[in-house]
């Protein structure tokens, strides 16, 4: 069919084949054949692909799809299904990561209902995925974890929060709507050796607040703030912080640990 702006509209049926043929053709399938070939074939020849990362990125395809659904937790049951076949380390870095990277739910949604669902079941296995991290031995440094008191999905920082800790790293984590106020209090029992956070874009306000917080009550820390994209940015560095986007952000993190 076609909207009103005479936009092409397309069921989840054929979006789904258009994302497998998709993941075919990069797999050394004509587009010519495909064209013609039916979905419930197009399934087949996914399955007979041996490839891990093919099956990954098969699963990022379904839970994509699964999340326009109507059917409330078939999402979760096929993140259970996936676990069944994949450790969760795997799951989390191969499957949810890439899944939230498309969808952008690592920082920021648009409130839909089907976004709910798939938030609250992603948000389970990060946290199970953090509480299967072998325990910290090294405490000497701290990254202390927070978002602001502005609307934002926490997913970011849960993510964060597992890539930290399985690295060794010793993290204090926040989680959102954290204040000024509550960070000073932090800062002056305990005060990190790093300070990681994303921001909405243009959100200069806070940013001076917390360095003006930092300089006081943890000078020795370096605030590090991520950037709502995966895009290169240019990155600003200075001696008490740094701006670059999520993946560096977290990289860097870990370059201060080795």
């Given at each position: 069919?076609?909207?009103?702006?005479?936009?092409?509209?397309?069921?989840?049926?054929?979006?789904?084949?258009?994302?497998?043929?998709?993941?075919?053709?990069?797999?050394?399938?004509?587009?010519?054949?495909?064209?013609?070939?039916?979905?419930?074939?197009?399934?087949?020849?996914?399955?007979?692909?041996?490839?891990?990362?093919?099956?990954?990125?098969?699963?990022?395809?379904?839970?994509?799809?699964?999340?326009?659904?109507?059917?409330?937790?078939?999402f979760e049951s096929i993140l259970?299904?996936?676990?069944?076949?994949?450790?969760?380390?795997?799951?989390?870095?191969?499957?949810?990561?890439?899944?939230?990277?498309?969808?952008?739910?690592?920082?920021?949604?648009?409130?839909?209902?089907?976004?709910?669902?798939?938030?609250?079941?992603?948000?389970?296995?990060?946290?199970?995925?953090?509480?299967?991290?072998?325990?910290?031995?090294n405490r000497v440094k701290t990254?202390?974890?927070?978002?602001?008191?502005?609307?934002?999905?926490?997913?970011?920082?849960?993510?964060?929060?597992?890539?930290?800790?399985?690295?060794?790293?010793?993290?204090?984590?926040?989680?959102?709507?954290?204040?000024?106020?509550?960070?000073?209090?932090?800062?002056q029992v305990q005060p990190p050796?790093?300070?990681?956070?994303?921001?909405?874009?243009?959100?200069?306000?806070?940013?001076?607040?917390?360095?003006?917080?930092?300089?006081?009550?943890?000078?020795?820390?370096?605030?590090?703030?991520?950037?709502?994209?995966?895009?290169?940015?240019?990155?600003?560095?200075?001696?008490?912080?740094?701006?670059?986007?999520?993946?560096?952000?977290?990289?860097?993190?870990?370059?201060?640990?080795?």
């Open positions: 069919g076609r909207s009103s702006g005479n936009s092409r509209l397309y069921t989840i049926d054929e979006v789904k084949k258009i994302l497998n043929i998709a993941l075919l053709k990069k797999n050394g399938h004509k587009m010519s054949v495909l064209a013609q070939t039916s979905a419930e074939s197009i399934e087949d020849k996914i399955e007979q692909l041996s490839n891990d990362y093919i099956k990954w990125q098969k699963a990022v395809i379904d839970l994509t799809i699964n999340m326009y659904t109507p059917e409330p937790g078939s259970d299904g996936l676990l069944i076949n994949w450790p969760i380390d795997t799951l989390i870095e191969k499957i949810i990561f890439p899944f939230l990277n498309i969808t952008r739910l690592l920082w920021t949604g648009k409130k839909l209902n089907e976004e709910h669902l798939v938030v609250t079941a992603i948000r389970k296995k990060l946290i199970f995925a953090i509480e299967s991290c072998d325990s910290i031995t990254v202390l974890l927070f978002l602001p008191d502005n609307k934002q999905l926490d997913l970011g920082l849960l993510y964060a929060n597992y890539f930290l800790k399985k690295k060794g790293i010793h993290v204090l984590f926040l989680g959102s709507d954290v204040t000024i106020s509550n960070l000073k209090s932090i800062f050796s790093y300070v990681f956070t994303y921001l909405l874009p243009n959100h200069h306000l806070l940013r001076e607040q917390l360095l003006a917080c930092l300089n006081i009550y943890a000078p020795d820390a370096k605030l590090i703030i991520a950037e709502y994209c995966f895009n290169p940015v240019s990155p600003i560095l200075k001696d008490n912080h740094v701006q670059l986007n999520y993946i560096e952000a977290l990289d860097l993190l870990h370059t201060y640990f080795k």
